[in-house]
């Protein structure tokens, strides 16, 4: 009974696949028979009707009938195949032989592929077809004004051509041939070829017209304008050479021959009608005119800058020679209080060799002004580079001057200091003598004496002729530092004293009470009257803690108001 049941549903489940894969089949089948009927229903005779209206021969004749009989292939052949192949699709799927319908709809879906390629390109041949003689038809006439008036302008202006004017009538004459030649295709109906003929004629045209008004302007150029340029420009360099301009860097004879080879290449590409690249060719020449002008113009400038300037410099080059002496019998006399390091010394020599070199040079170019054998171009940048070497050597002479002032400078500002570092010693002694301190420990009676040494160095080291005063700034640094050293640790003396004797006061009034903290307070009292300030605090600060927690913070509450009091 199972076995029985399982083929039924087996059965079942095949009967299921096949009617999905039959109802797909057909859909498939439904969607190319309406593609079909699509393409049979487009307008191509439409599109013929508009080709029966042009002249139906020559190469219009052959398209048409190709279009025609390869219209005729799709609806007498290939669309009749398709209908058979459906026919045939459908009854593989009704026989369960899926595979061979799908192929079948492959099939089908190919060859209407390529109908539907076949169709649009028919199409699109007719409309380039049909455009082609309706464009042709306005665009000839537009060439044949443009003809007309490039005819009447090479008549009645043709003297301004020159020799090209023969080349340009001839290049007119095969534009005319040309006409002629599209007319006679397009009577033949071969509106294509007209069409290629046409484009053809119409950049020659353009390429003409464009002769003719370039050529008159092109040979204006290099008759008349070039030429008077050069003129000009050659008379300009023959009055500056007269007088006296070095000119023969520019090498104008060289570049006036290599224009005049170009003008004369630029004229005979003229005569042949051939414009390709004269007018770059041209600009070129009034580039290189322009640049010639530049290289002249400079000169002249160059001349008026180191006329001018050339005495300048000798003025600002002698004021800082007498300087410069000035600056080394101040040396010599600086040499008599104070010791100048030999670095300091060879800045002095460095300045005296640049200023010699630097008079040497200016020397040669006033010669070289007086000779006129060189260019003033040249001159000038001789001149602004002495200039430059000028300023710095100033600077540097300057910076030197300023070393020699800040030696007198730096030697009492010292001078100061050691007074203000002897106030500070005597302020020292003062505080420990007001604070009535029992007695100083033997670490900090060595601070003292070191402090004092230092100071007495330092007036020694001031004393000395000539005066060293690197050394001198060296010790004042060291004395400077031990001295502020030596008031911290005073003041910080001073309060320990006066706090461990207040912290001691306080703790009396547990001494009774409190054997350990007697006895604590007493080895305090022992530290302090052998000037063991720090530990003494120490020990006494810890011994009261033990006993009243924060009874240092009150203490120093209390001396702080005490401060404030006396203030």
Same mark, same amino acid.
């Given at each position: 009974?199972?076995?029985?049941?399982?083929?039924?549903?087996?059965?079942?489940?095949?009967?299921?696949?096949?009617?999905?894969?039959?109802?797909?089949?057909?859909?498939? $089948?439904?969607?190319?028979?309406?593609?079909?009927?699509?393409?049979? #229903?487009?307008?191509?005779?439409?599109?013929?009707?508009?080709?029966?209206?042009?002249?139906?021969?020559?190469?219009?004749? @052959?398209?048409?009938?190709?279009?025609?009989?390869?219209?005729?292939?799709?609806?007498?052949?290939?669309?009749?195949?398709?209908?058979?192949?459906?026919?045939?699709?459908?009854?593989?799927?009704?026989?369960?032989?899926?595979?061979?319908?799908?192929?079948?709809?492959?099939?089908?879906?190919?060859?209407?592929?390529?109908?539907?390629?076949?169709?649009?390109?028919?199409?699109?041949?007719?409309?380039?077809?049909?455009?082609?003689?309706?464009?042709?038809?306005?665009?000839?006439?537009?060439? !044949?004004?443009?003809?007309?008036?490039?005819?009447?302008?090479? $008549?009645?202006?043709?003297?301004?051509?020159?020799?090209?004017? !023969?080349?340009?009538?001839?290049?007119?004459?095969?534009?005319? #041939?040309?006409?002629?030649?599209?007319?006679?295709?397009?009577?033949?109906?071969?509106?294509?070829?007209?069409?290629?003929?046409?484009?053809?004629?119409?950049?020659?045209?353009?390429?003409?017209?464009?002769?003719?008004?370039?050529?008159?302007?092109?040979?204006?150029?290099?008759?008349?304008?070039?030429?008077?340029?050069? /003129?000009?420009?050659? /008379?300009?360099?023959?009055?500056?050479?007269?007088?006296?301009?070095?000119?023969?860097?520019?090498?104008?004879?060289?570049?006036?021959?290599?224009?005049? #080879?170009?003008?004369?290449?630029?004229?005979?590409?003229?005569?042949?009608?051939?414009?390709?690249?004269?007018?770059?060719?041209?600009?070129?020449?009034?580039?290189?005119?322009?640049?010639?002008?530049?290289?002249?113009?400079?000169?002249?400038?160059?001349?008026?800058?180191?006329?001018?300037?050339?005495?300048?410099?000798?003025?600002?080059?002698?004021?800082?020679?007498?300087?410069? @002496?000035?600056?080394?019998?101040?040396?010599?006399?600086?040499?008599?209080?104070?010791?100048?390091?030999?670095?300091?010394?060879? !800045?002095?020599?460095?300045?005296?060799?640049?200023? #010699?070199?630097?008079?040497?040079?200016?020397?040669?170019?006033?010669?070289?002004?007086?000779?006129?054998?060189?260019?003033?171009?040249?001159?000038?940048?001789?001149?602004?580079?002495?200039?430059? /070497?000028?300023?710095?050597?100033?600077?540097?002479?300057?910076?030197?001057?300023?070393?020699?002032?800040?030696?007198?400078?730096?030697?009492?500002?010292?001078?100061?200091?050691?007074?203000?570092?002897?106030?500070?010693? /005597?302020?020292?002694?003062?505080?420990?003598?007001?604070?009535?301190?029992?007695?100083?420990?033997?670490?900090?009676?060595?601070?003292?004496?070191?402090?004092?040494?230092?100071?007495?160095?330092?007036?020694?080291?001031?004393?000395?002729?000539?005066?060293?005063?690197?050394?001198?700034?060296?010790?004042?640094?060291?004395?400077?530092?031990?001295?502020?050293?030596?008031?911290?640790?005073?003041?910080?003396?001073?309060?320990?004293?006066?706090?461990?004797?207040?912290? $001691?006061?306080?703790?009396?009034?547990?001494?009774?009470?409190?054997?350990?903290?007697?006895?604590?307070?007493?080895?305090?009292?022992?530290?302090?009257?052998?000037?063991?300030?720090?530990?003494?605090?120490?020990?006494?600060?810890?011994?009261?803690?033990?006993?009243?927690?924060?009874?240092?913070?009150?203490?120093?509450?209390?001396?702080?108001?005490?401060?404030?009091?006396?203030?």
């Amino acid at each position: 009974m199972e076995v029985v049941i399982g083929l039924i549903i087996l059965l079942f489940f095949i009967f299921g696949i096949g009617y999905i894969f039959r109802r797909n089949i057909y859909k498939e $089948i439904d969607r190319l028979e309406a593609w079909k009927i699509e393409i049979m #229903n487009k307008s191509i005779i439409d599109e013929f009707t508009k080709v029966k209206e042009l002249k139906m021969t020559g190469q219009t004749e @052959k398209m048409f009938e190709r279009w025609r009989n390869d219209w005729d292939e799709i609806i007498t052949g290939q669309l009749p195949e398709v209908e058979e192949l459906l026919f045939e699709a459908e009854e593989y799927a009704d026989k369960y032989r899926f595979q061979k319908s799908k192929n079948t709809l492959l099939h089908i879906e190919s060859i209407l592929k390529e109908v539907e390629k076949q169709i649009d390109s028919i199409i699109e041949e007719i409309n380039e077809l049909v455009s082609s003689k309706q464009k042709n038809s306005v665009e000839s006439k537009e060439a !044949k004004e443009q003809f007309k008036q490039l005819k009447k302008t090479l $008549i009645t202006h043709g003297h301004v051509f020159g020799k090209a004017q !023969k080349k340009l009538e001839g290049e007119l004459d095969e534009i005319a #041939n040309s006409m002629k030649q599209f007319d006679e295709e397009t009577d033949s109906g071969n509106y294509l070829k007209a069409r290629d003929i046409l484009t053809e004629q119409k950049s020659q045209l353009n390429l003409l017209q464009m002769k003719l008004e370039n050529i008159p302007k092109l040979l204006s150029e290099i008759h008349s304008i070039i030429p008077g340029e050069l /003129q000009e420009l050659q /008379q300009g360099y023959k009055e500056m050479k007269e007088k006296g301009y070095f000119l023969s860097h520019i090498e104008l004879d060289q570049e006036l021959e290599r224009i005049h #080879n170009s003008l004369t290449r630029y004229k005979d590409q003229l005569d042949q009608a051939n414009i390709d690249g004269v007018r770059a060719g041209l600009d070129e020449i009034h580039e290189t005119i322009e640049e010639l002008y530049d290289l002249l113009e400079k000169e002249v400038y160059a001349s008026q800058f180191v006329k001018t300037e050339i005495a300048t410099f000798g003025e600002k080059l002698n004021d800082l020679l007498v300087k410069k @002496k000035e600056t080394k019998e101040e040396t010599d006399l600086v040499k008599q209080s104070y010791q100048l390091s030999e670095q300091d010394i060879e !800045k002095l020599r460095e300045i005296d060799k640049r200023l #010699n070199l630097l008079e040497k040079q200016y020397q040669q170019i006033v010669s070289e002004l007086e000779q006129s054998h060189i260019a003033h171009t040249v001159l000038k940048e001789e001149l602004e580079e002495l200039n430059r /070497q000028l300023e710095e050597t100033k600077a540097q002479h300057e910076n030197y001057r300023q070393m020699l002032y800040t030696l007198r400078k730096d030697e009492l500002k010292a001078r100061e200091q050691v007074n203000d570092l002897k106030r500070v010693m /005597q302020d020292i002694k003062r505080s420990i003598q007001k604070s009535n301190i029992p007695g100083l420990p033997v670490r900090f009676l060595e601070k003292v004496q070191a402090a004092q040494d230092s100071l007495d160095k330092i007036v020694l080291k001031l004393e000395e002729v000539p005066l060293n005063m690197s050394a001198v700034q060296q010790d004042l640094e060291d004395a400077v530092r031990v001295i502020e050293n030596l008031k911290d640790e005073t003041e910080e003396m001073i309060e320990q004293v006066y706090l461990v004797e207040k912290v $001691i006061q306080y703790g009396n009034r547990y001494r009774s009470s409190h054997k350990l903290l007697a006895r604590k307070l007493n080895e305090a009292e022992e530290l302090f009257r052998n000037y063991e300030y720090g530990k003494s605090l120490e020990e006494a600060a810890a011994a009261i803690e033990e006993i009243e927690p924060g009874a240092i913070e009150k203490i120093q509450a209390i001396i702080t108001e005490e401060l404030k009091e006396k203030q």
